[in-house]
């Protein structure tokens, strides 16, 4: 994996930010503790810190709260308050799940993501410049997917059909990583790879959702580090990823 620089930024510019995020991720435990405090009345601020960590390990996954509760060492059913909290500090977003009444079939557990790619990385210990030989390829994953979401969400916050952001996943299996939703009720659907080459089983979540949605479904990406666009099949592409920087995208 690499890291990829933001809308407008010269290699000066992104190296500094990939300086002071390797300072934030040593300076977690202060700045949460200091600006928790700050807004909150919650008793266990100290807990913050473990909670974000454990958050960056299960970013862009969905939000298992017993599980989390029970690694945090936090009684689950106190632990909302402190996501909420997390949510107002923009360090979280929870991406509700999608359904349609068209199968029952869903899972309904949010996904959660850490709002800052380069501190996720570096607390669960990705490099920012590559996954390396030695490295999880399921985090590595993880943090590219995390990274999408966020620009993605960053972006939408200029867009005049203003989508509403979604993730899906049904009991048989399919699973997309990222649902568009406008008010007219049109979907989009983007699926995030860290491959740089696609194998046809890479798009059969996705086309399961566009047959199962039918007209609704407006069209399907799945994003790739390779550099090269194609289609692939009826209403669906793949898209190298830096399209969301390139000033021809």
């Not at 928790?36 to 810190?49: C, F, G, Y």
């Not at 979604?166 to 049109?186: M, N, P, S």
Request: charged share 25%.
């Amino acid at each position: 994996m690499r890291r990829y620089p933001r809308i407008g930024e010269d290699s000066a510019a992104y190296r500094r930010r990939l300086c002071r995020e390797s300072a934030k991720a040593r300076n977690v435990d202060r700045v949460v503790k200091r600006d928790a405090a700050d807004v909150s009345n919650l008793q266990r601020i100290a807990d913050l810190p473990r909670l974000i960590r454990l958050l960056a390990a299960r970013s862009a996954s969905e939000l298992n709260l017993s599980s989390l509760a029970t690694d945090a060492e936090i009684p689950v059913r106190t632990l909302p308050p402190y996501l909420d909290l997390l949510e107002t500090l923009y360090l979280i977003d929870r991406i509700p799940a999608w359904s349609t009444n068209l199968s029952k079939r869903v899972v309904d557990r949010p996904k959660v993501l850490l709002l800052d790619s380069g501190l996720a990385a570096r607390l669960v210990n990705v490099s920012p410049t590559g996954a390396g030989p030695h490295a999880n390829p399921n985090a590595a994953g993880a943090i590219i997917e995390t990274f999408v979401i966020a620009e993605l969400r960053r972006q939408l916050g200029w867009s005049q059909q203003a989508p509403r952001l979604f993730h899906y996943r049904d009991r048989d299996g399919a699973e997309v990583d990222l649902i568009l939703e406008t008010a007219d009720g049109l979907i989009a659907a983007i699926e995030i790879k860290s491959a740089a080459t696609l194998r046809g089983r890479d798009t059969r979540s996705i086309s399961r959702l566009r047959d199962k949605v039918g007209a609704r479904f407006a069209g399907g990406v799945i994003l790739h580090t390779g550099p090269q666009a194609q289609p692939f099949g009826d209403r669906l592409a793949a898209v190298p990823i830096d399209i969301l920087w390139s000033p021809s995208g």
